[in-house]
């Protein structure tokens, strides 16, 4: 997620795909993004890709909208064990910890 991030903020024109470990040593992971021309034909009309042209998919990675992103915010498992991480920790938590008054009663 931090790769993304790195790269998502120094291309800002592109859009990152996804990004997958390549190589690590004892100091530092390598790791490889990809990134989509969302101004290019091909990308455009291929239909697999181009719902990544739209605008509401800029910098996903900023979000955690990526697998690694998802996978930092803890939100790869399913299932009951699983409840209190959707839609994210903090917004289950906020609502767990506020006590909510009826208006009229």
């Known amino acids: 997620a931090v790769a993304e991030e790195k790269v998502g903020r120094r291309i800002g024109s592109l859009r990152v795909l996804n990004s997958y470990w390549v190589n690590q040593d004892a100091t530092f992971k390598y790791f490889e993004v990809i990134l989509v021309d969302p101004s290019h034909n091909a990308v455009r009309n291929d239909a697999r890709l181009n719902w990544i042209v739209s605008s509401k998919h800029k910098h996903r990675e900023l979000r ?42």
Not at 72 to 99: E, T, Y
């Open 64 to 105: 955690g909208l990526t697998s690694a992103g998802k996978k930092a915010r803890g939100l790869r498992g399913k299932g009951s064990k699983f409840d209190k991480k959707r839609p994210s920790v903090r917004a289950v938590w906020k609502k767990n910890n506020s006590k909510v008054f009826r208006r009229y009663r």
